[in-house]
């Protein structure tokens, strides 16, 4: 069993990009802008923006932390993406899910202006990546593409199975494992919270991505030996030894799953450093497209 360890290979993004943007701050060129909206005080919400925001001081880029109460009115939140889409020195403008329950999210992603659209979940950059042309793909399935294709393992022709079907992780990554491209050309077979044998299905699966957002879901008899294991799953469950009071747990029974797998990415230390670098990637090319 090897880890496909999301720290390393997200440095290794990382440290481009920051030679990247340090070339182009010497060349007087303009230093790509990661504008991120935080609605209200989700403490999971607070940690994934604060990386975010982390991630762009270590590489060198400009961000803006922009915080709206948890009363804010959908009317005001669409009223500050429109700011953000006319500003020129923004880049990027990412708007932490999840919003409010008063909130539109469908409204509000389709507020950003497409070619700041550095999440990926504009309907106009879903459009081009099913159709497989240059676009913002979604953080997640790009940053697992990007790991895979740091590791060198193999997706030609293997039977990749997707469990979790959501807009942001499952059917993008579906789209993304089986496009006719390098890592891809999966097979792949996308299930949700209805599907009927999911553990057979499992069991012929070379590549299991598991994003339910159920902790340990997938057991070892669940797996054939062998099989690339991703696991995009991140619960707090509750911990009272440690000082947080929680610790996150993946959708992987872990230890049982990694005996038995070929590659496996631990929780944390995974998926989630690959979605912020995938996230620093596209703003770099937001803004060197433009500028
Ligand atoms: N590491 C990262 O950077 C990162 C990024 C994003 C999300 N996440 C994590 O990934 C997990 C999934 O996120 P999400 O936003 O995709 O969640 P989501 O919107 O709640 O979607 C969950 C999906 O799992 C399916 N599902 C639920 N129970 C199931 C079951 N028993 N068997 C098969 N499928 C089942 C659902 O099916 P239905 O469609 O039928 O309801 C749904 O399609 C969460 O833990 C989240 O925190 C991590």
């Not at 009363?71 to 899910?97: C, M, S, W, Y």
């Not at 919003?99 to 659209?117: E, T, W, Y």
């Not at 240059?134 to 740091?150: N, Q, S, V």
């Not at 996308?190 to 553990?199: D, E, G, R």
């Amino acid at each position: 069993m090897q880890i496909l360890d999301g720290k390393k290979a997200a440095q290794a993004i990382k440290d481009v990009l920051q030679i990247d943007v340090a070339q182009r701050a010497n060349e007087g060129k303009k230093i790509p802008h990661l504008a991120a909206i935080l609605v209200g005080n989700n403490g999971a919400s607070e940690t994934y923006v604060a990386a975010k925001v982390k991630a762009c001081e270590e590489t060198g880029f400009k961000s803006t932390l922009i915080r709206m109460d948890p009363d804010t009115t959908e009317f005001r939140l669409l009223e500050k993406i429109e700011e953000l889409n006319a500003d020129p020195d923004v880049d990027g403008i990412l708007v932490q899910l999840p919003l409010p329950k008063s909130i539109d999210d469908k409204k509000v992603i389709n507020a950003i202006d497409p070619s700041k659209d550095v999440d990926g979940f504009h309907p106009m950059s879903v459009g081009k990546m099913v159709e497989g042309l240059p676009t913002f793909l979604p953080a997640t399935p790009y940053g697992i593409m990007l790991m895979l294709e740091h590791y060198k393992v193999e997706t030609k022709g293997k039977h990749a199975v997707v469990i979790g079907r959501s807009n942001i992780v499952g059917r993008p990554m579906s789209i993304l494992l089986s496009a006719n491209k390098n890592p891809g050309n999966c097979t792949v077979t996308i299930c949700h919270s209805h599907t009927a044998n999911l553990k057979e299905i499992c069991l012929q699966a070379d590549i299991i991505v598991a994003a339910l957002g159920i902790p340990e879901f997938l057991k070892a008899d669940m797996v054939k030996d062998g099989a690339v294991i991703i696991d995009v799953g991140i619960t707090r469950v509750e911990d009272s030894s440690r000082k947080s009071g929680f610790r996150l747990k993946g959708d992987v029974d872990y230890d049982a799953v990694a005996a038995k797998s070929s590659w496996i990415t631990p929780v944390p230390g995974g998926v989630g450093p690959m979605t912020i670098a995938a996230l620093m990637k596209n703003t770099y090319n937001a803004c060197d497209t433009k500028n």
